[in-house]
């Protein structure tokens, strides 16, 4: 293979790695689960990049920072101590909702839509709860 070949080759390869790796859910995995707010110029150039070059590949990252959120920027302070955390759950160990949702307005100075069906639920387990130096109240 000529020089000329390779270099074209070689430029092509990292513009197709480039778009591959361009998706805002990649380079912040921590933004995922977000459900509004103000769009990252950042990954939005990186996926616009991405449509003007290959356009079903841009489109495709679009699609997925905006389903993921990892589009959005984050809005300053998004947690809250463990400890703060556990007033909400009830003497037989399961969440109240209406404490949680007045907990999480009071620290984070934000409403949170705990019943949007776009919410992402992880479930814990007893070594999370001793991880973070709590026990279980069930």
Do not use: K, W
């Amino acid at each position: 293979m000529r020089t000329p070949q390779r270099i074209v080759s070689g430029l092509l390869a990292a513009i197709l790695l480039a778009q591959l790796s361009g998706c805002g859910t990649l380079f912040y995995e921590e933004r995922r689960g977000q459900m509004r707010g103000q769009i990252d110029p950042v990954v939005a150039g990186l996926d616009a990049i991405g449509i003007l070059f290959f356009v079903v590949p841009g489109l495709i990252a679009f699609a997925i920072d905006f389903a993921t959120g990892a589009i959005y920027l984050p809005e300053g302070r998004y947690s809250v101590a463990p400890e703060r955390l556990q007033d909400a759950i009830g003497s037989d160990g399961r969440i109240d909702h209406v404490r949680l949702r007045a907990i999480l307005q009071q620290e984070l100075a934000r409403d949170l839509p705990l019943d949007d069906p776009l919410l992402i639920r992880h479930g814990g387990n007893l070594e999370q709860l001793a991880a973070h130096g709590l026990r279980p109240a069930a």
